[in-house]
Each structure stands twice: as structure tokens, then as C-alpha cells.
């Protein structure tokens, strides 16, 4: 099983910024979701993982976080599909994510600060990793939550000198944390009503933005669930026909590492998935070719074509 993490490793910058103790936290929401207090001297960006539903860096600091989320039944279908001894629970989600960490840190792994804890009344595992990752000194700060209906990862890192500066810092990042799904046994009447100007103004007061979350598409996040790559990218490659060749990307999956026998049936289903987004997303959608290009650790590259009258026969 996968990844849950396509990061971008950044560059180590020296800092002279204030002491972390004394920042000041602005509230961040993610609608239907959840909210989370993140320091005001980390700036929102996109760049850290294209899974993520919110994500901040600040790189003077060299420090970033994230927060992916995953709902349970997709989960448990990743679980069923790829049958080993993780269980499809808090406890298996937490297996999952270090046997990814174990396999991608080259030395020095180790895992520690483990503990099993409620963070406003959700279940919640919080821990600590190192190790050297491509020649970078990571320090990750952890924490898996469960919601009624979802998993939430919250994942810090900065270099290991940093550590004991940023403990703190990562510590109140995830106590800060709390689910807000609709429908869930702690907010059942008052998210599944619409905000009040009451309530925006209450946002306002209190120092909060709230965040417009855009879902990833469905065959997307397909791809993402079944093979847990650290890096998917898509790209349209224009021929000289006026038609184009569209290729999806997939680097690191450990499914796909390590089940090399089925690798040709594997791409099928990412060719199918991908080639259902750009129907549904393009009003006049005309192709050559679909190209699905698998990266693996040991930078063997995987590469398969699909033409339309392929596609028409997978769909069969």
C-alpha cells in the first residue's frame, strides 16, 4: 500500500526568526470537514502535495505542514483489495503510514512520542519519525485522526536540527485540530445548517478564514486510493495532427513496485479512470493516445499507450 504523501522536499534555509512560543495562530476551516489553528508566519500554498485539502510552508523556517484526509470506506476497500495484515482501522492506518515512511527513508529511520490520545473528542494516534530522505534530515511531527466518516492526517517536517525549536509549534498545530463533518455525532445539528451572518462575523472576530476546499475529482482520486503514489501529475502533449496524446504519471506506488506481473492490467485501470476525467471535464475531447507512465524507486520507468479503439476494448 501507498503513500499517502507525494512531497516535494525543500531546500534548508537558515532562520532568524522570533521565537515560536510567542506566535500569534490565525483559525483555518475547511468546510464540512474540519478546523485547524496554523501560525500566521506560514503563507498557504499549493506546492507541498496535490492530495492535500489544506497545506503551508514557511520556508526561511524550513517548515511545512499538511493535512490529507481519505474517507474510512475508501480505506477499507484499499485494505480488502491488497489483502495483508493491516486492519481497516485507526490502528491499520497508522501501520500503513510507517511502513510507507520505513521504505522511502534511506537511513536512520525511527519512530518515537507514539501516543494514543482523544484531540477534542476524536480518536487520534500522534508520533514522531526521522531519518535521512534524499539526503535531507527530516524531523516529521504525525498525527492520524479519526472522524465519523473520514481519516485525518496532519504531517509537520522540518530538518532534525529544528526539532526541539518546533516541538511546540507542532504540538498546538494538532490539538488545534477538530472535526467538523456533516453529519457526524459532534456536530449534527449546527453543520448541517448553513452559516448564519452571525456566525461569519463570529469568524471574523475571532481571526479565521474559512477555506474553499475544492473535492479532487473522483477518477483522481481513484487512482490515488488504489495505487497511493507520492507524485501524480497529468500532462497534454499536442501532436502535429491537431490531435493530442495525454499522459498520467504515477511515481513511487508500492503497489506498483512491488506487483510488476500485473503492472500492464494496473495501467489499464489508471488509462480508464484518467481517460473518464477528460471525457467528463472536456466538451469537445478528441485524442491520440492515452499514455500511462509508471516511475519506480529504483527509476526503472513503466510506460503504456492506449489508443481509442484500446479504450474502447478495456471499457468492454
Known sequence: MKTFIPLLFLLIFSSCNKNPVDEKYEKKIVKNKYSIFIPESLEETTELNNLASTQFKNLSEDFYVIVLDETKNSFANAV??????????LEGYY?????????????????????????????????????????????????????????????????????KKYTERTNKIIESFS????????????????????????LQKNNSTEISYEKPDD??????????PEIMQQEKIKLKNGKNNYQYTLTNSDLLDKDL???????????????????????SFSYNKIIVKVIHRNNKIDRFEYSEKDIKDISK
Do not use: C
Open 80 to 89: 480488502q483489495n491488497n489483502p495483508t495484515d493491516i486492519t481497516p482501522d
Open 95 to 163: 501501520n500503513v503510514i510507517i511502513n510507507h515512511f520505513k521504505k522511502i527513508t534511506q537511513k536512520d529511520f525511527k519512530v518515537y512520542d507514539i501516543e494514543k490520545k482523544k484531540i477534542n473528542s476524536s480518536n487520534a494516534i500522534v508520533f514522531s519519525m526521522s531519518g535521512m530522505n534524499d539526503n535531507y534530515p527530516a524531523f516529521y511531527r504525525y498525527a492520524i485522526i479519526e472522524g465519523d466518516h473520514r481519516y485525518y492526517q496532519i504531517m509537520s517536517w522540518t530538518n532534525i536540527p529544528q526539532e
Open 179 to 202: 472535526v467538523e463533518e456533516i453529519n457526524s455525532s459532534k456536530n449534527k445539528s449546527h453543520l448541517a445548517k448553513d452559516k448564519t451572518k452571525k456566525e461569519k462575523l463570529e
Open 219 to 228: 477518477e483522481i482520486q481513484e487512482i490515488g486510493n488504489l495505487f497511493r
Open 261 to 283: 506481473e500485473n503492472i500492464k492490467n494496473h495501467s489499464k485501470k489508471i488509462a480508464i479512470n484518467y481517460y473518464n476525467l477528460l471525457k467528463r471535464t472536456n466538451n
